[in-house]
């Protein structure tokens, strides 16, 4: 059974469809990224499959619950954990975790139990009696997260956990994420990351309402609409990339190129080899130092089908 | 209470579901420890109304006592050019004038220049003037003018003052026209009920007790949901199983307790500082002010459930606040009002707790003399209520 279903999702607000049949399933045990613009639909999406917000036609099922028939039920099965720090500054940890033991209608020696499980599983306990506003970014989203999975959630939310905390904090908590799907829990998190993106098991990118994208990451750099049939992509390194890239773009094989850091991404026709890449290179003027073949990555995919979607929805416009 | 969930699979788990107060007791624990925390809050409750207490109850007294007076009497002056100021009948007046309790001569001047500089300059609040027939005209047997100048930039000192000099000129007319040992034919014996003393504490405690309560109950209440719209922790509230039943109470009952003990601290700050007697049943007072603070409470949700910031919340409460001090009757008496302003006090809460607390301290009166005011209440607490919970639903869609 899918830890969560969407089922041709709709939700309009008046005339104005904010959500247009969004369809996926997220498997147990999956970290879900959830992607796309802002004001794309995606808080809208998440909103109708926590139960907060009715759709307006189609199915969402959580946890085997239907989002319509029962969504307390679908409240007590899942956590969530808002983008901006949201617990209390002035409670203690203890006192954060203990309101929410309360809310989920965990009472006395078992909420005790599952707070210090909580606890050491997000090694928080060294700070439970310091108030939760002297915390760093860092361990305040990690005691957010604990609140969110006091009670046991098969299912966590996390709409941008890592907005606006450190680099090393960002790096502790998604393997503390992994951790935690290693154990059975699934995850559905947006962010607009991409090294996080790349990092789930599987993604979805809507825009505009629709989802225009959705996989692991391996299947999305190989959609056809990034990676057209009879195309291949090469990494050059080379010194002056500046010249380089035009010396390149004069090549007539090369279909696109773009400066990526101190090297050249180039899309080009795959009867060309590395070997006669290297020659005509030589021959323009440029020194590659290295050639290496090249996915495309998710950056690329999301922009090239952005792109794709933005024209379509002009030219309907345009009729 | 104790059958609530252990397990997401066990029955208890339908008793759970079915309650409409649903984290009610999360939310009232994490509420008090806010309260606790918030030294402000406890401030505003238990400190200031002592303060305003004391302010009003021992510094203010509306009663017009001791007015400084001038005199400029003219009728010795042509007998005696001496140093004996007036005549006989001129002194008689200034007598009855000094023994009434309002009037404090303080000064004899000698010109209309003097007598005119005095009030101008705001040392003398009234001044009188006797002219030099004085005495000539009441042995005639004709009417004797005495000219009574009072300052009106006050205007209940102003008006007191006009009505015990004309007392004194009409009694002291009657005596001269009445034959030895004859009463006049009316005698007025006037007796105060309730505040036989006309003290000011007794008028204005319990006018104050029903204004200091609104700032707990509107005010508090405001900001506590507020605080939670702008650190987006409601947000998160929604995600939760509380239901808006259970979130409403558990954020009400604490502030709800904070008024009472607030109440009963002013109540016996009243009784026991003060010395304002409460006639009629405490017990009742304290039932019926759970009606006001229920609406007011109400009115508190209400605006937390439109405001978005602290300062806006902070607009609004002022919005319920000034009405409540102004057209309730606790400064100005309603009867006096414009019929706009009188119509409006019947959409002020703070209108019928003013005639509650008044009437069950300083009257004695019972259910049955107020029962209309405690519907009232109860009827506007239960329409802020409604709107209040209809915005919340507005807000999560």
């Known amino acids: 059974m899918p830890a969560i279903v969407a089922d041709n999702l709709v939700r309009k607000y008046g005339d104005f469809t904010a959500v247009d049949g969004v369809s996926f399933q997220v498997q147990p045990g999956e970290v879900f990224g959830f992607l796309g613009p802002n004001g794309s639909g995606k808080t809208t999406v998440i909103k109708m499959l926590t139960g907060i917000l009715p759709v307006t036609s189609g199915r969402g099922i959580v946890d085997g619950i239907d989002v319509t028939n029962d969504p307390d039920g679908v409240k007590q099965r899942i956590g969530y954990m808002s983008q901006k720090f949201s617990l209390y500054d002035d409670l203690t940890v203890l006192e954060n975790l203990r309101f929410y033991a309360q809310i989920y209608g965990l009472r006395g020696k078992e909420a005790e139990r599952k707070i210090e499980l909580t606890m050491q599983q997000n090694a928080i306990e060294p700070y439970k009696n310091r108030l939760a506003g002297k915390l760093s970014g860092g361990w305040k989203q990690r005691l957010a997260l604990s609140c969110a999975m006091m009670h046991g959630p098969k299912i966590l939310y996390l709409d941008e956990p890592t907005a606006g905390i450190d680099p090393v904090a960002r790096r502790k908590l998604w393997d503390l994420l992994f951790d935690l799907s290693g154990q059975g829990i699934t995850f ?132 | 209470m104790h059958l609530l969930n252990r397990n997401t699979e066990s029955g208890t788990e339908v008793a759970w579901s079915n309650n409409p107060f649903r984290g009610f007791r999360a939310i009232f624990y994490k509420e008090s420890l806010h309260l606790r925390r918030d030294s402000m809050a406890i401030m505003f409750a238990l400190l200031i109304p002592i303060v305003e207490m004391i302010i009003l109850g021992a510094a203010i007294d509306t009663n017009v006592r001791q007015v400084k007076t001038v005199v400029f009497d003219q009728s010795g002056l042509m007998e005696h050019a001496s140093d004996v100021e007036g005549s006989q009948s001129s002194r008689a007046l200034l007598d009855r004038f000094r023994s009434s309790d309002t009037f404090k001569i303080y000064k004899y001047v000698y010109s209309d220049e003097a007598l005119t500089h005095e009030m101008v300059s705001g040392h003398a609040k009234v001044g009188l003037k006797i002219p030099y027939d004085f005495d000539r005209q009441l042995l005639r047997g004709d009417s004797a003018q005495v000219m009574v100048l009072v300052d009106g930039s006050d205007s209940s000192v102003a008006g007191q003052t006009l009505n015990v000099a004309s007392a004194i000129g009409l009694d002291e007319s009657l005596r001269r026209m009445l034959p030895e040992g004859k009463q006049p034919a009316i005698d007025i014996r006037p007796k105060v009920m309730f505040n036989p003393d006309s003290r000011s504490p007794n008028f204005f405690l319990p006018g104050l007790m029903t204004v200091l309560l609104l700032f707990v109950t509107t005010m508090l209440t405001a900001f506590s949901i507020v605080r939670e719209k702008e650190r987006g922790t409601l947000e998160q509230l929604f995600v939760t199983p509380v239901r808006p039943l259970g979130l409403m109470m558990g954020k009400i009952m604490p502030y709800f307790g904070l008024a009472m003990t607030e109440m009963l601290m002013i109540l016996a700050f009243m009784r026991f500082a003060f010395r304002v007697p409460i006639h009629g049943s405490v017990l009742l007072l304290l039932l019926l002010a759970m009606c006001y603070m229920f609406t007011h409470l109400s009115l508190g949700m209400l605006i937390s459930s439109k405001a978005n910031s602290q300062n806006d919340a902070m607009q609004r409460s002022m919005g319920i606040m000034l009405p409540s001090i102004f057209l309730s009757g606790y400064i100005f008496p309603l009867d006096n009002m414009p019929w706009i302003f009188y119509l409006m006090s019947f959409f002020v809460p703070a209108t019928y707790m003013m005639q509650i607390s008044r009437g069950i301290i300083l009257r004695g009166a019972g259910f049955g003399d107020l029962w209309m005011n405690a519907a009232a209440l109860l009827l506007m607490g239960f329409g802020a209520l409604t709107l209040a919970a209809r915005n919340f639903k507005k807000m999560i869609v």
């Open chain 1, 188 to 319: 559905f998190v947006t962010t607009h990351y991409m090294d996080e993106a790349e990092r789930c098991s599987h993604l979805a990118y809507i825009y505009y309402g629709k989802l225009i994208a959705d996989g692991t990451p391996e299947t999305l750099r190989e959609i056809p609409e990034v990676s057209p049939p009879g195309t291949r992509r090469f990494e050059i390194a080379t010194k002056d990339v500046t010249s380089a890239l035009r010396r390149a773009r004069t090549l007539p094989f090369i279909r696109s190129a773009t400066i990526f850091g101190r090297s050249i991404h180039a899309l080009m026709q795959d009867t060309i080899s590395e070997a006669e890449l290297q020659r005509e290179l030589e021959q323009a003027g440029v020194h590659p130092e290295e050639i290496r073949p090249l996915l495309p990555d998710l950056e690329d995919v999301f922009v090239e089908l952005t792109y794709r979607r933005q024209s379509e929805l002009e030219g309907s416009r345009a009729l």
